[in-house]
T-cell receptor, first 114, second 113 residues
Framework: DAGVIQSPRHEVTEMGQEVTLRCKPISGHNSLFWYRQTMMRGLELLIYFNNNVPIDDSGMPEDRFSAKMPNASFSTLKIQPSEPRDSAVYFCASSLAGYGNTIYFGEGSWLTVV | GDSVTQMEGPVTLSEEAFLTINCTYT??????LFWYVQYPGEGLQLLLK?????DKGSNKGFEATYRKETTSFHLEKGSVQVSDSAVYFCALSGPTNAGKSTFGDGTTLTVKP
């Protein structure tokens, strides 16, 4: 079975540029999560969706960040404009909705903003 | 709200040593408890889980027992290997959180030959 698929795996961009990260969740999963991981702040939940609807975006750091889930098999996380402090690993994850279910993580998108 | 407190790292052990990583939690109701592992350069993956009190989760020689009386879910392994070097995250999924899991800060384990 295919796991959670993220692209790009690595991205280096200049400050001020727009960055779009993409995610394909596991087929049949109806919850999708975007996390950010840095050495300083650890693992942070940015936003999560249930049945394509954003449920909690309280972790989105600021208006420069936006996330969409137009259908059950695709989500994007966009940063515009990007800043050096956005450099991090961004993980997409999916699960079946409801508590007690395992969350399945993608391999991550490694973002460097210079 | 729900919270998870993990033993601070990093932890460095010699091969074949005994491992314990402590995890305690605060939650409303009866959460499910998890240990996830993150190997270098990879995403987190499930190591083991337990869904009710006194359940023991086990995988790859690792074990953890759901202790409701002490609100704990400590991770143990009797003999670690170099390949166990990774970051370990304790997590819970509770009935009041609409499917959103709460993660601990992670504990970095390094096993030396």
């Amino acid at each position: 079975d295919a796991g959670v698929i993220q692209s790009p795996r690595h991205e280096v961009t200049e400050m001020g540029q727009e960055v779009t990260l993409r995610c394909k969740p596991i087929s049949g999963h109806n919850s999708l999560f975007w996390y950010r991981q840095t050495m300083m702040r650890g693992l942070e939940l940015l936003i999560y969706f249930n049945n394509n609807v954003p449920i909690d975006d309280s972790g989105m750091p600021e208006d420069r960040f936006s996330a969409k889930m137009p259908n059950a098999s695709f989500s994007t996380l966009k940063i515009q404009p990007s800043e050096p402090r956005d450099s991090a690993v961004y993980f997409c994850a999916s699960s079946l909705a409801g508590y007690g279910n395992t969350i399945y993580f993608g391999e991550g998108s490694w973002l460097t903003v210079v | 709200g729900d919270s998870v407190t993990q033993m601070e790292g990093p932890v460095t052990l010699s091969e074949e040593a005994f491992l314990t990583i402590n995890c305690t939690y605060t939650a409303t109701g009866y959460p499910s408890l998890f240990w996830y592992v993150q190997y270098p350069g990879e995403g987190l993956q499930l190591l083991l889980k337990a869904t009710k009190a006194d359940d023991k989760g086990s995988n790859k020689g690792f074990e953890a027992t759901y202790r409701k009386e002490t609100t704990s879910f400590h991770l143990e392994k009797g003999s670690v290997q170099v390949s166990d070097s990774a970051v370990y995250f304790c997590a819970l999924s509770g009935p009041t959180n609409a499917g959103k899991s709460t993660f601990g800060d992670g504990t970095t384990l390094t096993v030396k030959p």
